[in-house]
């Protein structure tokens, strides 16, 4: 039953065969239909395509036509190519021409301004240039006359300057060299077309300035002789508070104060010291003759002068009313300390002219100098001598005596003051070799050790006043030192 049931599902050979056969003569039917469909589809696009192909005919006539002119064009713009840079060059080389011709006018034209600044600016130095401009587009017969028109500005301009120096006018010296240092080119330019005629303006500001410098300090040195002046007639051990007064005289070495006017010179009441009136008078000496050599030097020489005889005659008659003055304020004194604080503040300014390479002061300053040392030395005499009157021939006591420690105070004030190789270290040597003769005389007065203790009491004072007030003199103070060990008792 099982296998009838089966035959009855499954198919048999035979029925497969023919229905494979029947399946075989349906597709070849469909085929032969399926083509002829086809080639009655292809023929009826093709008389579709006939149709389109009649229309397009006139658009591919037009685009031959186009392609024609076309090429036409391209042929056209070619030749425009190399026409427009054969233009462009042409350009290139008209620009060119232009730009050379242009800049030949304008080395050839001079605008009417630049003429007028020539006639009227002021004179400066930035006016030179103006000038050199001017000339370089000129020829050479025009160039001469705005060259004389030039150096005739120039001379009046330097004149008026010098003038107004004579004037009454209150335009101080220094106001009118800063108006001829603004117009230092200028006067080389003058020099070199004009150089005796620029040698001619020197002398003439020359000669102004040393009047100028003549009455102006005459006023100023009469104002200074006016002023109350301390003076000390006697030596120093003669007068009791001289030696107390040097710790306050001595900062003036230091001072940084300004020169005194001589409006207020003439008008105050108080009185000063001898190296102060000095110190003013110096001040505006060295001052003045400061900035007149830099200005000469710059305006008259650019900086490369090597003579200053020119100084000397500029300064003769200031040199010589100081002198005087000096002399005035110094005849009959025995103030030791105002001379030694005027040869140091001289020094002092020495050392700062050197510094700001000023030389037209050496001669003068070592004149005063020669001046006042011999001063000194007849000061330090005097002293000296005073120093002996004054020591106890016959003391009471074995304290000090009250001239060692005048002594002690005056030897520590020239030591503060004295330099290796100074005069004054022969008057402190002298002065000191006094002192000691001296007071080995007074202690002969007394004998055995009593002796000995006056001598070290007073040698020991002497040193402890040195150690205070003046205790870089190492070698003094060592000398006294000694001294006081030698006679120390046991």
Known sequence: MAI???QKILPTDADSNEQAETEICDTSVSSDVSLVELMAEFHSYNKSLAQYKRKLQPIGLVLESFSTDLKELSSSLVSLERQSNDLSKDSKFNKVVTQRLEQLINEKIIPPETIKEILKDDLKNDYLDKVNYVLEKMGSEDSQL???KVVERVRDFVISQIRLLRSNRTSSSQQIQRRLLEASSLFQFLKMQQPNLT???QRAYFHTMRWYYKSKFA???YSLEKLQKRHLESPVFDSSNYLNTFEQRVKILNSKEQCMPSQLAETITASYTTEFIIRQLLMAIIDNASVEYLFVIDFFYQGEEKDHTWAPQMFRDVFEMSRECIHYITSGTCDIY???????TIHNYQSKLHDLHVPILDDYMNSLLLYLWPICTRIIDLNCESLKRHMARS????????ITQQFGLFLSALLRMSITGEPLRS???RLQNDYENGITKASSHFKGIDKEIFLYNNYFLVLNILKNEAENATEEIKHFQLLANA???R
Not at 338 to 344: D, E, F, M, Q, R
Request: charged share 10%; no cysteine.
């Open 427 to 429: 008057y402190i040597l």
């Open 395 to 402: 003391p009471k006591t074995l304290a000090p005596l009250a």
């Open 199 to 201: 040698a001619q303006l």
């Open 338 to 344: 105002g001379i030694l604080l005027s040869i140091k």
């Open 219 to 221: 006023k100023y040195i």
């Open 4 to 6: 009838a049931a089966l």
């Open 487 to 489: 006679f120390k008792t």
């Open 146 to 148: 705005i060259t004389a």
